[in-house]
């Protein structure tokens, strides 16, 4: 099995929601030829016309209104969910970040570098300190 980082290069499209996209594609990679079980956000870039971001410690997410430019997208993607952190400016330039809820939907257009670790698996799994679903990273 190979075991360097291999790249995949997303575009989406007006009104995809962008949490929703990155599932459909992890769940669609796992079950592939050759199934990516683990990947992370190298970059990302674009426009949003709302975010649904949780901030941390908050219950529930908090939506922004736009236009919004996407600065920043970080985390993991594997079988058993993903983790995503984004970074959003308004108009003004005032930037805003958290974590990224199903609502964040894209205006013109998002652009996102994936590294696929084809030597990992990252699955998720019930923390009992936390009591969130945790990362649980494992070499292949």
Not at 69 to 89: I, R
Not at 94 to 112: D, F, K, S, W
Request: charged share 20%.
């Amino acid at each position: 099995m190979a075991t360097e980082l291999r790249i995949e290069v997303l575009r989406l499209h007006p009104g995809d929601d962008l949490r929703t996209a990155l599932l459909h594609w992890s769940e669609a990679a796992a079950r592939a030829p050759e199934p990516v079980q683990a990947a992370c956000v190298l970059s990302a870039v674009g426009s949003l016309t709302r975010a649904m971001l949780r901030y941390a410690d908050a219950a529930a997410g908090t939506r922004i209104d736009g236009p919004l430019e996407l600065l920043s997208l970080a985390g993991t993607l594997g079988p058993g969910g993903l983790h995503l952190h984004a970074s959003v400016s308004d108009a003004e330039g005032r930037v805003l970040g958290g974590h990224v809820m199903p609502g964040c939907n894209v205006r013109t257009t998002a652009e996102i570098v994936l590294g696929l670790l084809p030597a990992h698996q990252f699955d998720r799994v019930e923390d009992p300190l936390t009591g969130y679903l945790e990362l649980l990273a494992q070499r292949r």
